[in-house]
């Protein structure tokens, strides 16, 4: 393997990991039904929220190609086939994939 | 040691057709290929997922590195987009934490915090008793982590017949399957405010400083959810 990547690929884990390692110690620390519980619970779902439309909204990659009007109407499509499906989720994901490559490789 | 019961219990979770096998799957298997683009080679491709296992992370890091950034840069790059990882090990572990399991469990099972485990432990704690909990959770968090390692070695070796389409193709089912569980599993006001303020905020702040619009949208988002339920509870 090449010294750099290793590194590359040992500080990347240093990085995750030192956030899962102190959410673990934080934890011990913290009862199920206290309100700092509860906050840390609203803050996961909406960091994560945040990410999710950062993805979608500032993608990086392969996706920042996609025009951004194509992009929503695959991703409102999706979350419209999400629920007409009884909130399947294989369904929209599969779709989305499918779809979002047809239409770059025939229409764009 | 491990409650074999709920460990298979948990392992199995990926086995139904709703599970996140198929997206995750197809998330890191975009990444292998991706891996292999940028000068990786197989050993490396499955050491990063392996030891990583946090797709955003990974991408932050593939990026950092096609522009020529540093260690550091790699570090704080990495680390900006995966401290959602601390709050996501602090809302989860209380819910497993019991006096008859050992330490080392919640200290090596943390490596399984990745959104596709948390919603489904999310989902599913209620059904297993408190003590077996931790089990059942190395169960899910194994099952998800061998999918991401596996799909990562067939990315990497698919990659030469992955055209820019179906690489596109790939990019968006990471954001689509994560979208849709979240959009799932919106139940209380809470969570449902947590959830639509961080859509919005997180993009918002991205005007302000891309690098830090997910945590700082985020806390925002979250801290003002969090006093909207408590007002709407009270």
New interface residues.
Partial sequence: MTTNIVLAILITSLATFSSRFLGVITAEKIKENSKIFRWFNCLAYSTLAALISRIIIFPSGVLSEVDYLIRFIVIIASVLIFYLTKKNLVYPTIFSAIILALINSYIV | MINSKYFFKGLGCVKS??S?A??LG?CMAAIGA?FKNI???L??SV??TF????L????????T?IIGGS?LN???A??L???????????????M?HDSQPKWK??IS??F?A?SA?LIMQKNYRSISKENRIDYWMGVGTATWSIAIIATLIGFIAADYLN??????????????????????MKTF??N???????????S??FIS?EW???F???I???V??FL??KNDN
């Fill in positions: 057709f709703d996140p198929i997206a197809c991706l000068g990786f080679n050993q490396e050491f990063s030891l990583t296992y946090a955003p992370g990974s991408l932050a890091m593939a990026e590195m260690l790699i570090f704080f990495v680390w987009v995966n401290s959602r990882l601390y709050p996501m090990t602090v809302s989860l572990m209380p819910l934490m919640y200290y943390c490596h915090v959104v948390w820019k389409d179906i690489m596109i193709g790939l990019a968006i089912v990471n954001p689509i399957y994560f979208m849709c569980m979240m959009i799932g599993s809470q969570i405010s947590s959830i639509i303020l961080g859509f919005v905020l997180g993009p702040f991205y891309p619009c997910i945590l949208g985020g806390f988002a979250g801290t959810a969090f339920g408590e």
